[in-house]
């Protein structure tokens, strides 16, 4: 299968030629082309956060720690003395980056339900739901945001597909099948809950003629720079 380096560069250099083309067509500024790059980078590598001993769960988790120390500083810091909201944002790092992570890596497995098309979606419908709602983002940047991590996961998905081809061998790998897949079989109970998630956020996000806007504006600027 792909390695780290693979699936974030392949994922990087993509999210930087979309974003960039975006940027020119006047879709969204320059400045907020860079977080859809960041999210397309991200989204290479979010599926192996299912991977236990892989480079990505490690800085995914460190990620959500930050973003809860973060996030728990602002909404605390008028409510505790400096010495309770320290250790109230040490709790939060320690809870996410290694309770809630140790978590995650108990009920998950390689290859399982994350890498799949309905995780990916369920990953790119949160990032919409949180920019539109939380971040209060225009609706049609909002779409495009989760469009770029949802871009991301395939980007992944498709790679560890093509890498389970042995070109030289002239063989298909075992592995071949078990990335690019709609959901996961084996756990239905799992699918059913991503499902039923994705369903829930439906009034959380944007107006869908945003999301046609966008992708008839990308329909229309596609054959433009082929």
Not at 68 to 78: D, E, K
Not at 85 to 105: E, I, M, N, Q, S
Not at 132 to 152: D, I, M, N
Not at 182 to 209: F, I, K, T, Y
Request: charged share 10%.
């Amino acid at each position: 299968m792909a390695n780290f380096h693979t699936h974030l560069g392949v994922a990087s250099s993509l999210g930087a030629l979309g974003a960039c083309v975006g940027w020119q067509a006047g879709l969204w500024s320059g400045l907020e082309a860079l977080p859809l790059l960041g999210l397309v980078a991200f989204g290479g590598i979010l599926p192996d956060i299912d991977s236990d001993h892989s480079r990505a769960i490690r800085l995914i988790f460190n990620l959500f720690a930050v973003l809860a120390v973060v996030g728990g500083a602002l909404l605390l810091q008028g409510r505790l003395s400096p010495g309770e909201l320290l250790v109230a944002c040490g709790g939060l790092y320690v809870g996410v980056r290694h309770l809630a992570g140790g978590v995650f890596k108990r009920f998950t497995v390689h290859r399982g339900i994350w890498h799949s098309l309905l995780a990916a979606g369920l990953c790119g419908l949160v990032t919409t739901a949180l920019s539109y709602r939380l971040l209060a983002q225009e609706a049609g940047l909002a779409w495009a945001q989760g469009l770029a991590l949802l871009l991301g996961c395939v980007i992944h998905l498709l790679l560890d597909e093509l890498y389970s081809v042995d070109l030289v061998g002239a063989r298909i790998k075992r592995s071949f099948g078990s990335a690019l897949k709609l959901c996961d079989l084996r756990e239905p109970g799992n699918s059913a809950l991503m499902l039923l998630l994705a369903v829930g956020l439906l009034p959380w996000l944007p107006p869908w003629p945003s999301l046609m806007e966008l992708l008839g504006q990308g329909a229309y600027l596609l054959p433009r720079w082929q």
